[in-house]
């Protein structure tokens, strides 16, 4: 909400509350039926209210319908600080800024990549399931164990085969 000021934490969710309610109950503009008051900061010095709304659109239609909601509370701005001032019993009342609010949308579209990803995740691990490798299972070579022993591997000499027959004679 604020920054470090925790009078300026409840100003703000003060604010957030009267805005939302007054939008409905006393404005009555059609422009601002699909408005949602998703937060509110107020500086420090509680001068400046920036108030971040979002609208949900039709399809084709969401700039247009963007643009006459916040034309429409740019108009209700003096209005609502009016009520947000009787409301909140403060000596100065801040001054309210509307700003859309992004973050739901780029929120949809961040969970409909992740929707595609879990979808290619399941295709290849189906895909895993019925794989089979290319060559042989175990691709590498392996040293073959000589039967041989002519030759000694240690020294690399060959070695005679010694009968303790020939040692006698």
Known sequence: MAGTNPRAARIAALIQRVIASSMEAQLHDKRLSNVTIT??????DLQIAKIYWT???????????????????NQAK????????SKAGLRLTPQLEFIFDEVP???HEIEDILAIARRRDA???KAR????????ADPY??????DDD????????????WDDDDEKA
């Open 129 to 136: 399931e019925s794989a089979q490798y290319a060559g042989d």
């Open 141 to 146: 070579k392996h040293d073959e164990p000589d």
């Open 78 to 85: 003096g209005r609502l600080r009016s009520l947000v001032g």
């Open 39 to 44: 937060e509110v900061r107020v500086t420090n």
């Open 105 to 107: 949308g780029e929120a």
């Open 123 to 125: 295709e290849l691990a």
């Open 150 to 161: 002519d030759f000694d591997e240690d020294d690399g000499i060959e070695v005679e085969d």
């Open 55 to 73: 609208q949900l659109g039709h399809e084709g239609r969401e700039q247009g319908e963007r643009r006459r909601a916040q034309q429409a509370l």
